[in-house]
């Protein structure tokens, strides 16, 4: 511990820098995948706003179980739906994937398609059905 101390005391400009880097490099990764909402604000969203769930994951897990209501537009294929978005601009968009982690590229792709309001599903279906949420097979 002594010997950490001192390496800051001696070396506090490149500490600094690295901690810099740091910080940047976490606002970056955050502002990268876009606004996120939890299950249950998800849900209210769905009643109060009559925000649309956009599921990403590929059609055959989408038949074992998916949000009531939500679109199956896999991940691979987003690029064919995009054409589709403008019939839901004046409806909040929800991205959900499996685990949460994969639906940050379709946030960015709707966004950048013209989308005004869009945010993913933290913790994906996998958070979804942890928290005993409806699932419509």
């Not at 005391?9 to 939890?38: D, H, P």
Request: proline share 4%; aromatic share 8%.
């Amino acid at each position: 511990m002594d010997q950490l101390i001192e390496f800051i005391s001696n070396n506090y400009y490149l500490v600094g820098a690295w901690l810099v880097i740091f910080v940047g490099f976490m606002v970056n990764e955050k502002r990268r995948q876009g606004a996120s909402v939890t299950p249950q604000q998800a849900v209210m969203r769905m009643n109060r706003d009559n925000a649309l769930v956009i599921d990403v994951r590929e059609a055959k897990d989408y038949k074992t179980g998916h949000v009531a209501g939500a679109l199956n537009w896999p991940l691979a294929k987003l690029d064919s739906f995009l054409s589709e978005v403008p019939k839901y601009q004046a409806r909040p968009l929800l991205v959900v994937c499996k685990v949460g982690s994969t639906a940050s590229s379709a946030v960015k792709k709707l966004t950048d398609a013209g989308h005004p309001d869009v945010s993913r599903i933290s913790g994906g279906m996998m958070d979804w059905t942890a928290n005993s949420l409806p699932v419509k097979k």
